[in-house]
């Protein structure tokens, strides 16, 4: 089993910033890819931003250079910073872990951007 427990989340106000965290821990195995989707109400859950093992990375288009990924791969750890956050970026966060066994989700963890 994967066990995927993410930090980070809360409340700020527009323009503000936060950091995501997601630890792995269990049978990893091999990774191909760490990411983070999100999901907010009435919407569909959506790719927010992934990395690859090689440290390649892509981004959904709404957060190009506001978002950053990262990735401590010693640590099995995954990190999303969040600069100049936006009301619409109001979602749940849901870490993800792909390996060649599929795919494995955290619990998620709210962001409110509000004022």
């Known amino acids: 089993q994967v066990q995927l427990v993410e930090s980070g989340g809360g409340l700020v106000h527009p323009g503000g910033s936060l950091r995501l965290s997601c630890a792995a821990s269990g049978s990893i195995l091999s990774i191909n890819a760490m990411g983070w989707y999100r999901k907010a109400p009435g919407k569909q859950r959506e790719l927010v931003a992934v990395i690859t093992t090689g440290v390649s990375t892509n981004y959904a288009d709404s957060v190009k250079g506001r978002f950053t990924i990262s990735r401590d791969n010693a640590e099995n750890t995954v990190y999303l910073q969040m600069n100049s956050l936006k009301p619409e970026d109001t979602a749940v966060y849901y870490c993800?872990?792909?390996?060649?066994?599929?795919?494995?989700w955290g619990q998620g963890t709210q962001v409110t951007v509000s004022s």
């Open positions: 993800n872990l792909r390996n060649y066994l599929g795919d494995y």
